[in-house]
């Protein structure tokens, strides 16, 4: 058994957890969690030997398939395995691997991965995009030689035994969908910062989880014993009796509050001076939305639909969507139910689709751009979306609006739509809501413009921040300078806020003077505003939301009741003063400091 020892990373969902470590990295190689353990000189003949026989196993296994493909596809298709086959017999790779069990004392696997490690770096290095593209024929190839070392069969989230804290570089959206949800208790991750798909997905399956840990799969053992706190960001291998103890006993009182605060779950919340906020729920999967209502969701505020379409190898006909869109609307009765059309991109891909690998994934071929131009998919999401709208509230939202003209095209294609489903005598809400995510900073910079354009607006605050600021949101290497209190980002909100409800930033009607830099239509009808992103759920973001006159906050399921709390305990007057002075604040530690304090004045138990 390994020392005691603490690591501090990034806190990305809350709760405590105490349980035994189980790494898991396939996504990114069979590598990750393979321990560089010195081995004995008496077993150096054994890794050599061990080596040699993968080597033969694997080539036998490819040589089988080669001459099953040559007879089923004919000889030249057979020919790729033969490329598999050269990568074995690699004279250079083989010596490496054989210098580094010998002369450093490593065992097959660990020697295997370094040189591995090393080649596959050089291949991604290289700029012809042909033999790049190639990587993924070595990487194939070097998996399956990596089983033959090992001898151990690929491991799976969705078939645990026990109990486990789960411990990777990274998890792909699928593989965090098919986990088993009541096995996993807790997560770990290499990668990702608070905003990443990971974080997103273990926030609304409410599995405490901390990201941006460096080396972890290196330094935590399978088995080792763990605690694990997702709201500090801290993972404690094989801890003492006392703090066991200690961190159960802030387990006890995290439940005690959480049953507490369930008690006031559907009151709605509305601040001592009467300001009335909505609090809804994000989703990600159809199923989680009964569970949201029971925590007091007053409606869903974004149905992330884009993860219906990963983890599977076709695209979900309009029908399957439509039963999905409706299963949430009935879960939701008369409760506004806004469903954003195809987000995918980023760090969310189909396998379906066959988006081909970008340098800028975040800032590529994504989301409303690729649904304007892969008019089919989105017509039939469309489609799906207007027939649900017969069931309940349903609203639609475009994702990753940069310009008014994106906002028309969508909008054009939802009246086709809308046209064809007349035409087949199918019924649903004429006037559906559709509403536009403010999420790039020239959407904000347009606010008042696309304002006449929408319904209604959701700032993603996860995508904002990052593009505002310039800071990869999934990248862990940047996650300090992932700051929501910049007051770049805060005046950003406030910019937003303001043009929707169509008043300047002085309170009053905006007149083209010089005060009300921008020269809102005065005649336009004010639209309300929500915040989706990750920040709604944080009390201080949350309340300095109020004080920027927000109007909704939709969050994990899991933050209404603590969201309902912290609201009915403040007053908008006061929160309105704190955000005046936030916003002439230069330094986030200044506004966080002021807002805490604020904070700490409420009456929280009332
Ligand atoms: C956002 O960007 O804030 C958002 C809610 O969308 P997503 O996290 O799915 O990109
Ligand atoms: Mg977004």
Request: with cysteine; hydrophobic share 40%.
């Amino acid at each position: 058994m390994q020392k005691q020892r603490q690591i501090k990373a990034i806190g990305t969902s809350e709760g405590i957890v105490i349980g035994k470590a189980y790494i898991f990295s396939p996504i990114a190689g069979e590598c990750f969690g393979v321990q560089k353990i010195k081995i004995s000189k008496e077993q150096i003949d054994n890794e050599i030997k061990r080596f040699e026989k993968a080597l033969n196993k694997t080539r036998d296994e490819i040589e089988a398939v080669r001459n099953e493909a040559a007879k089923k596809a004919g000889l030249k298709h057979a020919q790729i395995f033969d490329a598999h086959l050269l990568i074995l017999e690699d004279k250079v790779f083989i010596s490496q691997i054989k210098k580094l069990i010998t002369e450093q004392q490593q065992s097959a696997s660990a020697a295997f991965c370094s040189v591995a490690k090393e080649y596959l770096e050089s291949f991604e290095g290289i700029s012809d995009k042909y033999f790049r593209e190639r990587t993924a024929d070595v990487k194939d190839v070097f998996r399956r030689l990596h089983h033959n070392i090992t001898g151990k069969k690929k491991k799976s989230l969705a078939e645990l035994k026990s109990d486990v804290i789960v411990i990777a570089h990274d998890l792909s959206p699928s593989e965090t969908a098919t986990m088993h949800k009541e096995r996993v208790i807790g997560l770990v991750t290499e990668a990702g910062g608070p905003t990443s798909h990971t974080a997103i997905m273990a926030r609304a399956m409410e599995i405490p989880a901390v990201t941006g840990a460096h080396n972890i799969t290196e330094i935590i053992h399978e088995n080792d014993f763990l605690i694990l706190d997702g709201s500090e960001g801290i993972i404690i291998i094989n801890p003492s009796e006392k703090q066991i103890a200690e961190y159960k006993h802030k387990q006890q009182i995290a439940i005690e509050r959480k049953v507490r605060l369930l008690t006031t779950k559907d009151e709605p919340a509305v601040t001592t001076d009467g300001q009335r906020i909505s609090l809804l729920a994000n989703i990600e999967i159809p199923e989680e939305a009964e569970h949201a209502i029971n925590q007091g969701a007053e409606g869903i505020g974004l149905y992330r639909t884009e993860f219906f379409f990963m983890n599977r190898n076709d695209l979900p006909s309009e029908d399957e969507q439509y039963e999905a869109y409706a299963h949430v609307a009935r879960a939701c009765g008369d409760k506004p139910v806004v469903i954003r059309t195809l987000d995918l991109g980023g760090d969310k891909f189909a396998s379906s689709l066959n988006i081909p690998k970008e340098m800028n994934p975040f800032m590529g071929w994504r989301a409303i751009r690729m649904c304007l131009e892969r008019t089919d998919i989105f017509k039939a999401q469309l489609r799906a979306i207007l027939r649900a709208s017969e069931v309940g509230n349903v609203r639609i939202m475009f994702p990753m609006i940069a310009t008014v003209q994106e906002v028309r095209a969508a909008k054009k294609i939802v009246e086709e739509a809308k046209k064809e489903l007349r035409n087949e005598g199918k019924t649903f809400n004429e006037n559906i809501q559709i509403g536009v995510m403010i999420e790039i900073p020239s959407a904000a910079m347009i606010a008042d413009i696309l304002a006449e354009e929408a319904d209604f607006f959701s700032i993603g605050t996860n995508d904002l921040i990052q593009y505002c600021l310039a800071v990869d949101r999934v990248n862990e290497k940047t996650a300090h300078m992932y700051d929501p209190l910049n007051i770049a980002v805060v005046r950003m909100i406030k910019l937003v806020i303001d043009a929707a409800h169509n008043v300047s930033y002085t309170g009053g009607k905006c007149d083209n003077s010089i005060e009300c830099p921008f020269a809102w239509n005065n005649n336009r009808k004010p639209i309300k505003v929500c915040v989706c992103g990750e920040i709604a759920s944080e009390p201080i973001l949350a309340y300095l939301l109020l004080g920027l006159g927000i109007d909704e906050l939709s969050t994990a399921s899991i933050s209404i009741p603590q969201n309902k709390q912290l609201l009915r305990a403040s007053s908008y007057e006061t929160a309105q003063n704190a955000a005046a002075i936030a916003l002439r604040r230069y330094n986030s530690n200044d506004i966080k400091d002021l807002l805490i304090k604020q904070i700490l004045n409420l009456n929280l138990e009332k």
